[in-house]
């Protein structure tokens, strides 16, 4: 990005843009259905890790330095955010920085909030379901800020927990620094292979000898969840769904681990297979086998399985009690700032009818009408109808916006802000729209 080129800007402001089994009474909060913001492809295994033998046994909640959070207990429908967000995001964050994650009691740094994702996908209300990698897609298209910038009183009601949205430009600015650039699934089949490049991820990141690994969501049916005491290993899941297919929503879970040598007599024959038709299909696979589970955390804690954990058997992995069949998981990254973010400020009564978008021309003097705009998705008609633009009082909100990494390495002779709503034709006007250059303003023509 050029920016000896920036000879002036204009903001424009218009309307014209586009053992005992017991059973559990659980929470959804999952559709089936979700947009791909990036590429879901299968995560390729590196000849690194490929190397590498596999452990028996891994549990990064209790080996990874500490990264991974302690517990929720989820408000909403708000699973998948605190799995990608709270949980992973929160882990992977911290792996990258060495550094152990803080208390949600203490509204600490290294922690990621789902209400940070979620207010923006939830229509203001705790009720809404979001889709599978909504939480990744908002760190992708707007970063994350950390707990500590984020944290509001609004978050402790009942009433605007799930409407707040933080204002503060320095905040968002610093929040895009923590983010991720992609996704990968490893899929489920009836083959017991098909666990290796889980594993080693879990094991090793992908990365080889010496790396701390990695962590993964999967999505699954609790309707009809039961689950057993193991005498040494505590709570394993024996059913998830008794009627998946009549299921609309599904919910989060955070892999953490795997165990190769937990075994569970789950047909009750009194015996530990791996060999036996158990389910009477007529054919041997992984369905049948009675040996090896993934440690899994919840967002239900404490009232769940073993303070908040459970091991999901590999024999459910392949079946259609899983709301999806792969696990899938975030390729995070500390980004650099951009070069330029562009600051703007105002209020609105109803954030939900609105877009935020903005655009350049090549040079100073370019005709309006072949501007190209750029819609901010996170900011497309998103938190609600009829919500003020922070969501817990009419206050302006205000922002920073992804200018730096839509614009990336393009020549701007002019920078143009547009707000529209898609309700009202109304002139929606913003206070003190700065486009900032590593730090310090450029001037600009209004």
Known sequence: ?????????????????????????????????????????????SSASSDCQLPDYIDNFTLSDAYFPDLLWQKGHSCVHVSEISYCLTYEMNRLRNVPAGDWLT??????????????????????????LSGYNVANSNGIPMYNDYYNVALEEDSTRYKYWMTGYDKYLNGKSNTINGYSKVTFTTDSDCLINLKHWLSDHNEGENASGGVATVTVYTDGLEYGDHPTYGTIIVQLSDEPQFQDEGHALTVVGYNDNIGFDYNGDQQITTDSDINGDDVVDLMDCEIGALKVANSWWPTWGDDGFAWLPYKLLPTNQMQH????????????????????????????????????????????????????????????IGNPMQGINTDPIELALNFGKLYDDVDFGRVFF?????????RIPSTNPVLYATGRAVSFAA
């Open 1 to 45: 990005m050029k920016r000896n080129l920036i000879l002036g800007m204009l903001i424009l402001f218009s309307i014209n843009l586009i053992g005992q089994v017991t059973s559990y009474s659980t929470i959804g909060g999952l559709p089936v259905e979700t947009p791909l913001q990036l590429p879901l492809n299968e995560l390729v295994l």
């Open 107 to 132: 509204q600490d740094a290294n922690l990621y909030s789902y209400y940070y994702s979620y207010n923006f996908k939830n229509d203001g209300s705790g009720s809404t379901s979001t889709n599978y």
């Open 325 to 384: 069949n792969y696990a899938y998981v975030c390729h995070a990254e500390v980004a650099e700032l951009p070069d330029y973010e562009l600051k703007v400020e105002f209020s609105y009564e109803s954030r939900g009818s609105i877009s935020l978008a903005i655009g350049t021309t090549s040079d100073a003097i370019t005709d309006l009408g072949i501007m190209d705009y750029e819609i901010m998705d996170v900011y497309h008609k998103t938190g609600g």
């Open 418 to 426: 547009k707000i529209h709503d898609f309700d009202q034709n109304d």
